[in-house]
């Protein structure tokens, strides 16, 4: 608003203007030719929105920020960025000290990851605040901030080993040495204190390393010490490091395919099971869905083709030029009252982009990039400006009304994943008629996020489950199949839906109609065409086969599954199922004692067994 109250709109002339709106014209045309224009709009709600929206909002700080501020204004943004990492830190350490107050799930000390919800996302963070840290703390000249910001910047340094995110690694590791490189010279002024940071960074490392060995022997069976996750950096036979390197590959195999605009902005997630090896499940998880590239640059040219990756680089090219440029006042060597945060923007953004790499963006990284390039854009010397006078009161009340919608109408992203966290938390608790209820008006407010339909789709199979009424449970399958197919639409390689679609009609045959068996069939043969090990698939198929009265294919299959892995208990609970159904109690027991041997508190298998002793005494 700064702009309307000045009565003039003024856009500063910079190397970075052409390819920021170049990469939004880029953005825009990959939308139109998208393989799903609602996502690609609106940016998929996971990590980072990468939709036309969000684009639009990046742009939109990059070009208030590089008109708007100064060198006044660049400092009092580092010190906010600053300030506002030292509760982030906080809160860090007391979850190395188990003193979260807050319950978390799939995470376990002692990686951490402050508010951020992932060890990861917190690694990206601290490895873009570090050098701005360290660079306040080299520049000031009073002796207790110095300390303090020392203490800070101990702590900050500490907490991203903690997080183990070997990217953020590298990308910080890459930013000191941007920092170090820009101003040789300014290092013989500072020299004590880079080498006492360096030296502290070091025992830090080897300190955490210790307290490991200590205090946790899970993280040693997770992920290792630090010595050790540092060693696997290099590692091409770790199993993190294969699962990347399958992505790339399929990443690339996605990028011949779309070679000019990509397959859409933020489609990434819904077209990699088109690409994916066969072998890469057994890297993850079954079904594994990865919503990016891990690797920023081939995540652009995957969604926006090379056209966007050729942008990209060059507005990444313009960047750096644009820090390099800025007048030599601001460095290490200038006058201590000076900050110098313009040089010092570069390592963080160095820092950011080598993560990116070897990872992938984040909202927050995202964010602060786009800041640091308004921040760079807004101090060149002798910049040429285009200004245009704002007059009237209406036009000031119009800019201020439509800015009120636009905030509402964005953050339907927002009010439709609060909905979809509450239905998760229903369904944990077993109450799927309300986890239906929020799973609907989330999909109402927001139907472009399609692992919506997937969760919904879950929702009403399992009240179809529990449901006596026949009628009523027919509703709830044809829902349930309904919000599948939506998301199977979507995604129609994913075997993991396929099988949940084949259930639902396993479920009809069995309690409705017979008629819905073969259905069940064709999708679980669909399932196991795309995932040979899916051993569930394999299960239901079997049932299915039973149901059909063919207990010779019912048993083969189940078989077939045993052969891949023959620690499943629910296998070996089938087979007990249809031999006793075929009055063969001495067979059934049999494999109802070996299900119990694999997982003894299996609750069914002990109840059958316990059944068919009673019926033989």
Known sequence: MKPLEDGNITIKKSPLNLPALCWLVVVILSTVYSENRGLSFWGLHLFEFEGLVQVLAYLTLFFIVANISNEKFIEKVISVIIISAIPLIIYGFLQFLELDLLRWTGHSFPRIWSSFGNPNFF??????????????????????????????????????????????WLGLAAGFFVLLLIDIRGIKIYWKSILLTLFSFALIFVSTNSIIKLKSSAIQKEIGTPFKRAETIAEFEESGIKSRLSIWRSTLKMINSHPFLGTGPDTYAFQF???????????????????????????????????????????????????????????????????????????????????????????????????????????????????????????????????????????????????????????????WDLSADFLEKAVFIFPHQYPYYEALGTSYLELAKISGNIDEKKMFLLKAETNYEKYLKQVPQSALVLNAIGVTYLIAGRDVDRRAIPFAVEKFTKALELDKNFIEAYSNL????????????????IEKGLSINARVPILYYNLGVFFAMDGEDDKAIEYFRKCLEIDPNYGPAQEKIKLLWDSKN
């Open 123 to 168: 690694g990206i963070y601290l490895c873009i605040v570090i050098p701005l840290i360290f660079s306040r703390m080299i520049k000031t000249e009073n002796f207790l901030i110095k300390f303090l910001l020392f203490l800070l910047l101990i702590f900050a340094f500490f907490e991203i080993v903690l997080t183990s995110a070997r990217a953020a």
């Open 273 to 431: 099971r088109k690409y994916a090896e066969d072998n890469f499940d057994k890297l993850t998880r079954r079904n594994a869905l990865p919503g990016y590239a891990h690797n920023e640059y081939l995540n652009i040219a995957a969604t926006t083709g090379l056209l966007g990756l050729g942008v990209y680089l060059w507005l990444l090219f313009s960047v750096y030029k644009t820090g390099l440029n800025l007048p030599s006042t601001h460095s290490l060597r200038s006058p201590p009252n000076k900050f110098g945060g313009y040089n010092y923007l570069l390592p963080s953004i160095t820092a950011l982009l080598v993560q990116n790499f070897f990872s992938f963006s984040t909202l927050t990284g995202a964010f602060f990039f786009w800041l640091f390039a308004g921040l760079l854009a807004s101090n060149l010397p002798q910049t040429k400006e285009y200004s245009m006078p704002v007059r009237g009161i209406f036009f000031k009340l119009v800019v201020g009304f439509l800015s009120i919608i636009l905030c509402i109408f964005f953050l339907s992203p927002w009010r439709a994943d609060r909905l979809f966290r509450k239905a998760y938390s229903a369904g944990y608790h077993d109450r």
């Open 542 to 557: 079997a049932s299915c086969y039973q149901l059909s009265g063919d207990r010779k294919k019912a048993v083969e299959t």
